[in-house]
Every structure is written in C-alpha cells, then in structure tokens.
C-alpha cells in the first residue's frame, strides 16, 4: 500500500514537471487531487485494512498529500510568474509615444456665423429668443399687419403644411423670422432687446437662393425709440462683423410690419462707398444687407402694447448672405454651403 502510495506521488511529480500549460496542469490536478482522483482511490482502499496498520499508512498517505498539493502550488505561481511576464513583453507599450488624435471636427461655417452674430448683439445687451420655425399664420402674417389675402403676402413665396386649421390659422414653414416679433411681445414686456435666429423656407433655389436657409430678426422695443438707435445698432453690427471701417446707409422701402421701412445697406469693403472710385466689385459703393423699420403700431397692438407709449424697431435678413459678403470669403453659390463636400466644410 505504501509503495502504491510512493508510486503516485512519484507518477504525479514526474507528469507535473512536464506539463507546460494551465489546463493540463489543470486536467492533471484533477486526475491526482480531485473528489474522484487517484489519491482518494487509494485513501478509499485503505479503509480495509486493519485499524492499527491504517492509521500508520493514513499518516503517510496525508503526509504525501501535501507534498503533492505544495508541488502543485508552486507549479501554479510559477506558470502565473511566467505568463505575466510573456504578457508583459506581448503587451508593451511606450507611455511616451504620442497618441492618435481622433479627427475632431468643427461647427459648419453657417452655424460659426450664426453664433458669431448672436455674440455680437449680446455685447449691446440683446437675449437670444427661441421662437418656432413652423409657426402659425396669425404670427407669420396677420399679426404683422398683413390680413388675409393681403397681397404682400405674395412677397414671401411661403409654404403651407397640408393640415387642419386651428385658431390661429394654418401651420406655415416660416418663410421669415418675423414671426417672433408677436410672440415676444406677448410673452415680454419692455423693455425688450431680442435676436432670434432660425430656419427659414421659401419656394425658391438659384445661386443666391436656397428653398431652406437661415434669417436673424432683431427686436427693441421701449419708451423713446427712434430711428436714429436702430441706425446705431446697425453700424455697430455692420463695423464689429464686417470691419471697423464699414458703415450702413437706410433706403426707403416698404414693409407691412414697419412704418417706416428701409432696405439697408452696407459700404463697400473695397472702395469703402468712395464714389470717385470706379469699383469692380460693387458698381456704386454700397451693397444690399437687409430690411428693416419702425415698428408698426398694429404690430404693437398685436403684441398688446400701447403704440401711444411704446415704439420699436426690428431688422432682419439672411445668415448665409451675411456670411457670403465677409471679406475674404469668396462664396459664389449658395449652395455650396448645404453640399456636405469636407473640401469646402474643412475651409473654415
Ligand atoms: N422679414 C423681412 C424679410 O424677410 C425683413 C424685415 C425684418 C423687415 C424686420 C423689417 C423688419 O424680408
């Protein structure tokens, strides 16, 4: 029995010493170690023996046990030993080594402008507004001055969703960003200093024209305002985006919403509106920016403000034309700013 005994724990060391992974160290332990291994079977032959002879071969037999079981052991750390430093020279890595930048983008040229602009009427104490960009017709036109089928209607080529009235009229696609004149009144008192930027829509698609593009609208609204403080804004807008050197001049134009209305126009960046100056680029010193005007008094009213106390003024025009007249930028197609082509995107 002893040397069965002997037998085993030399079989297993034998084995042991060439094994050379963990399963088969594994596979091992169980054959020699395990509930049913080799070494319970001999434990369990050994109940038949006599009582005196089996408690000496029982303390022998334990005695081997652990010598097997601490063979084992120490096999295990060193296989553990050996794979961390295998995997510590597969898995190297150079800490100093510079890293792999992901490609960060950038805000689209359209979206820096419009955050540019909204920044820059900020400074003069102007709150970005969050107003809808489908709206209904009561803010879209009649609240503006322009009843049912008043024909300046016709001045924006408007697009209509398909769908039920509802007390305000039909839904529109804002073919402006009028509309938030009404609704900040009704939602504010003055003194009121409002810029709002958002989507516009109108039936139309050319070089200069896109059937979705972007307006920003301008809004004051107080005691006392007069057109001489919506010419000041309009210079500072026009000198802090355009130059220090640039200037606005009003021309008489007619809008429903404002009385009175003026189509505004900027200097020249090249021959800064000199007329004794031939100029290539704008013919006649100034070019066409925007609308803008007095508030009219039905737009107060509509507003719920009483146009005897109150007066205002309000301007807007496109974000992408804005963006297309900064010197340097060289845009000749509108289009070109939707066409997702990285070669141009990645220019700005
Ligand atoms: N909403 C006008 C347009 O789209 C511009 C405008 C805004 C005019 C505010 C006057 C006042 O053409």
Redesign the pocket.
């Known amino acids: 029995m002893k040397s069965k005994i002997e037998q085993l724990k030399n079989d297993a060391l034998a084995l042991l010493e060439k094994v050379s992974d963990r399963e088969n160290l594994e596979a091992l332990k169980t054959d020699v170690l395990g509930r049913k291994g080799k070494l319970n079977e001999l434990m369990k032959e050994m109940m038949s023996l006599a009582d005196d002879e089996r408690k000496v071969i029982g303390q022998f037999a334990n005695e081997l046990k652990g010598s097997i079981e601490s063979a084992f052991g120490d096999k295990e750390r060193f296989m553990f030993e050996q794979e961390e430093l295998r995997r510590a020279e597969d898995e190297w890595i150079d800490v100093t080594a510079p890293g792999n930048f992901p490609d960060a983008g950038h805000l689209h040229p359209v979206t820096q402008t419009m955050v540019e602009i909204e920044e820059t009427f900020k400074k003069i104490g102007f709150t970005a507004a969050r107003i809808p960009e489908i709206d209904w017709d009561y803010y879209v036109f009649e609240s503006l001055n322009m009843p049912g089928d008043h024909p300046a209607r016709d001045d924006?080529e408007t697009f209509f969703v398909d769908g039920p009235e509802g007390p305000k009229g039909k839904l529109v696609l804002t073919?402006?960003?009028?509309n938030s004149q009404v609704r900040v009144m009704e939602n504010q008192k003055p003194p009121i200093r409002m810029i709002n930027i958002n989507r516009t829509y109108r039936r139309q698609s050319d070089t200069r024209h896109l059937s979705m593009f972007h307006?920003f609208?301008g809004l004051v609204v107080d005691r006392g305002i007069t057109i001489t403080h919506l010419k000041g804004v309009l210079d500072y807008f026009a000198k802090t985006y355009f130059g220090p050197n640039r200037t606005t001049r009003l021309r008489p134009h007619h809008?429903r919403?404002?009385e009175p209305?003026f189509e505004i126009d900027i200097s020249c960046g090249v021959c800064n509106a000199d007329p004794s100056v031939n100029c290539r680029l704008c013919k006649e010193g100034w070019m066409e920016l925007?609308?803008?005007?007095m508030v009219h008094p039905n737009v107060l009213k509509s507003g719920g403000l009483n146009p005897e106390e109150f007066s205002g003024f309000?301007?807007?025009?496109g974000v992408e034309r804005t963006m297309m007249m900064k010197e340097g930028m060289n845009i000749d197609d509108i289009r070109m700013l939707y066409k997702n082509d990285l070669r141009f995107v990645k220019q700005f």
Do not use: L
């Open positions: 924006w073919p402006h960003t009028s307006q609208e809008f919403f404002t209305s925007g609308g803008a005007g309000a301007f807007g025009w």
